[in-house]
């Protein structure tokens, strides 16, 4: 029976500590407010600021825990190499997380370390520095903080006038106290694919079938799998992400992003933990969803195959007003329809466009992708949060 101390409670975590419930396992969620989804079902909960090293440091002090797993960005990560020195297990391992909570580390290693082809890129750490690496990328490009997540506070620049706002709006959505932004090439792709790759302790790297997303504000609000692709693209992707996963060492699933363009395969971003773009698995459109396989790799479980069973799709459910009590209306709307799921998060407060829950469409494995992803879509629009 294993202790899990979980850094960061939201949806990705509540399912994940689901996954670690079914067989046993012991769960401390934690995270900046109380009765966060994780926190309501694990077996201790604690709420941190999670960037105050001290306070990070008691609470593996007080738990002493066998695995150290963090769901967020907004977390002292340094201190993890810290806590392998002493014997803990952070996960995928305190490189890896601290590499990934930060987009310039992480982009740095692919780019300049590993060759993987990436967008360019440079990075700002002020309005007017800002506006020279947009000079230097050229217009339309991307700007987003070099710690945050979901796409909190990306923006896309097409004119001069809008790198003020950009830069404003960067610093409104960064997580941690680094004000530093990179600013991307916008690449003509054609899309963009999560592939959920799982490396093991003691067996060979995986890879879940593709995973398609589209994205509102820098935030997805559909995903499907398999993403429809070229054996020969997918397998580029797949060489890129063991590439940098082996780079950055240790065990669990990681997001790897991608952008597939005319000319090939470019690495995008990487998340050292389950995405939220593979909530789409919660449809069983494979053997083990991503929170049974991060768990199992986190455990040290063997991994013997991943299997697609079926096709399907996950749309968001957005709130659009601030709640301290919100209520969910027009669910059997979804409930009576077939081969239709849904998870309700069980956040406690809603703010406009919070992410408060997912509608799930599958089919069989030679259904129609198209068919499942557009009735999830159609689905979720009865949905309201009040």
Known sequence: MAKILLLGSGELGKEFTIAAKRIGQTVIAVDSYKNAPAAQLADFAEVINMLDGKALDALVEKY????????????????????????????????????????????????????????????ATSAESLKKAVSEIGMP????????????????????????????????????????????????????????????????????????????RGDYMESWQPAPMRNDVLKEAQQMAEKVTTALTGCGIWGVEFFVADN???????????????????????????????????????????????????????????????????????????????RIFGKPTSRPYRRMGVVLTYDKVDGNISEVTEKAKNLVKHVKVN
């Open 264 to 342: 090939g395969v470019y690495f995008s971003e990487l998340s050292p933990r389950p995405h939220d773009t593979g909530m789409v698995t919660l449809a069983k459109t494979q053997n083990f969803n991503e929170f049974e396989l991060h768990l199992r790799a986190v455990l040290g479980l063997p991994i013997p195959e991943i299997t697609q069973e079926r096709i399907g799709c996950s749309a968001v459910i957005l709130a659009s007003e601030n709640s301290d009590n919100p209520t969910y209306s027009h669910l059997e709307k979804v409930a009576a329809s077939p081969k239709t799921d849904f």
């Open 64 to 123: 002493k825990p066998d695995y150290i797993v963090p769901e967020i960005e907004a977390i002292r990560t340094e201190r993890f190499y810290e806590y392998e020195k002493q014997g803990y297990t952070v996960i995928p391992s305190a490189k890896a997380a601290n590499f990934t909570m930060n987009r310039k580390a992480i982009r740095d290693l692919a780019a300049k370390e590993l060759g993987l082809k990436t967008a360019a890129y440079r990075y």
């Open 141 to 216: 490009c991307v700007v987003k903080p070099l710690m945050s997540s979901s796409g909190k506070g990306q923006s896309t620049i097409k004119t001069e006038a809008d790198i003020e706002n950009a830069w404003t709006y960067s610093q409104e959505g960064s997580r941690g106290d680094v004000a530093e932004v990179i600013v991307e090439a916008f690449i003509d792709f054609n899309y963009e694919i999560t592939l959920l790759t799982v490396t093991q302790r003691n067996g060979e790297t995986l890879f879940c079938p593709p995973i398609g997303h589209r994205q509102e």
